[in-house]
């Protein structure tokens, strides 16, 4: 089954998460938007990820289980398997 989301990178998860076009906009512009994505849902209540779980599900979404897995040593516990 072929994914419905576009991008594999940072695009994916923005677009799974709800962020307006303002802030991707502002995304694009950065050195690193994985880490201001992160910094956004960290910081938003009305965020569509706000845990660990929910990222997982979303690298998931757009096949990135590589990241998954090279993130689990950083991670540790809050990835459950």
Do not use: H
């Not at 419905?4 to 906009?25: H, M, N, Q, T, Y």
């Not at 201001?36 to 096949?63: H, P, R, T």
């Amino acid at each position: 089954m072929e994914s419905i989301i576009p991008f594999r990178d940072w695009r994916g998860l923005a677009e799974l998460s709800g962020v307006s076009s303002e802030k991707l906009s502002f995304l694009e512009t950065k050195d690193d938007p994985v880490k201001e994505l992160v910094k956004m849902w960290c910081q938003s209540n009305d965020s569509g990820c706000k845990y660990f779980s929910d990222l997982k599900a979303f690298l998931a979404i757009i096949d990135r289980f590589d990241v998954v897995d090279d993130s689990k040593p950083f991670i540790g516990t809050f990835f459950s398997y």
